[in-house]
């Protein structure tokens, strides 16, 4: 029997989710249907209970509701209960179940795809919402020298860093990250869907290997076209990171873990 899953989101026209589990369904051999749903604002646990009760086996979240998603669960994951957030839900035993692949999805590509292990180097995180709550846990995990958060309110990223309670955990202001080197810059504000540039200036790239934007499919955005100005020698968008979470996911529901290279290779759109 077909087992049918599906990504829920408002809006959620835009989504690749179908696509790439399609792909990776087929190259795995797995009997399997995705689709996508378009969630309603007022009743979210319905949406999701009816789809789990019409014997559905799980379903991946997007925005805006990866918050209501986590709190519906009846268990969470680690990563997902530090984020508040899940992307990703199973049904299984009569339970939902919740995870967070966002973080470990971005981890793995930059360091198995882009080749950049974050080991003893000096990582900057712009920004302090869902995206970085989900990073934070497998960032530490992989164990730079200094992970710094720097967010327009900093009391949000404060909040963030207590709750981690880790000494490599920093938290910085904008206006003090001058003078401060970095090896890996990762662009985690929403700035870039508005066409907007995160209050940083070329200074900050000067030791940068690898500038890494967290929206994908709209190249160079602001925050890259800086990067890119200031000679740093490695620029990303989150395509890696898009298709990597949904493999973790599929893995989870699955068993079995797609080979990425060439469902990221088919969605890439080049950073000019
Ligand atoms: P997400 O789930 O995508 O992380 P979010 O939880 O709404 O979205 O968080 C958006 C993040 O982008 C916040 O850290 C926000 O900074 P503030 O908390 O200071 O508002 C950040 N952000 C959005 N627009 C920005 C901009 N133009 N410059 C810098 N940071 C920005």
Not at 106 to 124: S, Y
Not at 181 to 190: G, H, L
Not at 196 to 217: M, R, S, T, W
Request: with cysteine.
């Amino acid at each position: 029997m077909t087992d049918r899953y599906a990504v829920i989101g408002r809006p959620i026209n835009h989504t690749k989710s179908p696509l790439i589990h399609g792909l990776f369904a087929e190259v795995t051999d797995q009997d399997l249907a995705y689709s996508a749903i378009e969630g309603s604002l007022d009743d979210f646990a319905g949406d999701v209970r009816r789809f789990r009760d019409s014997g559905a086996r799980g379903m991946n979240i997007t925005a805006p509701f990866k918050l209501q998603a986590f709190e519906l669960a009846e268990a969470r994951s680690e990563r997902a209960t530090l984020a508040k957030a899940s992307n990703a839900l199973k049904f299984e035993n009569g339970k939902i179940y919740a995870e967070n692949f966002d973080g470990i999805g971005l981890l793995r590509d930059i360091e198995h795809n882009l080749k950049q292990p974050l080991a003893g180097r000096r990582v900057l995180v712009l920004g302090a919402g869902g995206a970085v709550r989900g990073a934070a846990l497998p960032f530490l995990q992989a164990a730079p020298s200094r992970l710094v958060i720097v967010n327009r309110d900093v009391g949000k990223a404060q909040t963030l860093v207590a709750e981690l309670n880790n000494p490599l955990l920093e938290v910085c202001s904008y206006e003090a990250l001058a003078g401060q080197v970095f090896d890996v810059v990762i662009n985690a504000t929403s700035a870039s869907l508005t066409g907007e540039l995160p209050p940083i200036d070329a200074a900050l790239f000067g030791q940068v290997q690898l500038a890494y934007e967290l929206a994908y499919g709209k190249g160079l955005t602001p925050f890259l076209r800086l990067a890119q100005s200031a000679g740093v020698p490695l620029l990303a968008d989150g395509v890696g990171m898009l298709v990597e979470q949904a493999a973790e996911a599929f893995a989870w529901w699955r068993g079995v873990r797609p080979e990425t290279r060439p469902v990221i290779d088919r969605l890439t759109i080049p950073l000019v």
